[in-house]
């Protein structure tokens, strides 16, 4: 008994120790899923506002104004939403053919853009992409490496601290299990970053605050699944990052397909696109669901803390 007593009370110290790791957020020995500033939600999401948008891919915000893609258009928003730029033609100037825009970001007034030829859930031609984000055109492209094993781009992020261009694959299997990244002065390819514990569907990417974010469209619409925010943090030199859950998106007006994100940094929010009405096979919208005659895309406002 005495014998059981003493293991019983190491035991006690034991977890006591790593309760106390948790709860001040350090490290407990060098296992990510010891230390709670990798595991937990880095910040909490308030759902304030929604607005419907001209556009089905992605969303980046600057300097009071917003933009958003289509799979075939670009726009431009002020600070209250109102429509004041379209290019319905993006595709011009390109010098393969190219039929996609996936999610987006903005840096310095210039929109980067990861362009593709995207039918039946494959990808091919993908294009690192900087436009005007004024006009809305094309300014010039980035060679994009085809030895990275990347075979598809459902969205680019700028890391503004580092310089780096990140794009994320929608395509499963090895593409989609690695983030791929760029110098966002020269265009020349960096190498890849292997995710451990990768989502499923990825749709959108964005960087802040020393973290990429990553939303999936991992939930089934048909069974009203909801969709998923990811974390994950990519230090110099690393070849491979730890990626978290960050928020489960269950108060949406109706769960459909999931698409990019933005960090309004001038208003602290979280935009997040999702579309809602159209049911998508391969990627690609395939009639709609009882009550709609129409896909929505609409882009909802999170207050970050």
């Known amino acids: 008994m005495k014998g ?3 293991l019983a009370l190491g035991a006690a110290l ?4 790593f309760a106390a790791s948790c709860a001040s957020g350090k490290p407990s020995g060098s296992r990510p899923e010891n230390d709670s500033s990798v595991m937990m939600p880095r910040y909490s999401y308030t759902l304030r506002n929604s607005v419907e948008v001209d556009g089905r891919q992605g969303v980046c ?6 933009w958003v893609s289509g799979s075939k258009t670009l726009a431009k928003y002020d600070k209250d939403w109102k429509l004041i730029a379209k290019n319905d033609s993006p595709f011009e100037g390109y010098e393969i053919e190219v039929n996609h825009i996936g999610d987006i970001d903005v840096y310095n007034n210039e929109l980067y853009i990861g362009a593709e030829y995207f039918m039946d859930g494959v990808g091919k031609n993908i294009q690192i992409a900087v436009y005007d984000a004024d006009t809305l055109k094309l300014k010039r492209t980035f060679p994009f490496e085809e030895s990275s094993g990347q075979l598809e781009c459902s ?3 700028i890391d503004t601290d580092r310089k780096i261009v990140w794009m994320c694959s929608w395509v499963g299997e090895e593409s989609g299990r690695y983030l791929y990244k760029y110098d966002l002065n020269t265009g020349k390819y960096l190498g890849k970053v292997h995710m451990q514990m990768p989502p499923q569907w990825i749709q959108g990417i964005a960087y802040y605050k020393g ?7 991992d939930g089934t619409a048909d069974d009203k699944e909801p969709d ?6 990519v230090k110099d030199g690393q070849t491979s990052c730890i990626v978290t859950l960050e928020r489960t998106f269950d108060d949406v007006t109706m769960q459909g397909e999931i698409e990019g994100l933005t960090f309004d940094r001038k208003n602290g929010k979280l935009l997040l696109l999702y579309n809602r009405g159209a049911r998508i096979v391969l990627g690609m919208p395939q009639g709609f669901y009882d009550g709609y005659d129409r896909e929505i895309s609409e882009v909802f406002e999170y207050e970050v803390k």
């Open 228 to 233: 998923h925010l990811y974390r994950t943090t």
């Open 61 to 66: 915000a600057e300097g009071g104004y917003y």
């Open 14 to 17: 034991l977890l006591c120790s």
């Open 211 to 217: 973290c990429i974010y990553i939303t999936a469209d």
């Open 4 to 6: 059981n007593s003493f």
């Open 155 to 157: 969205g680019i992020a």
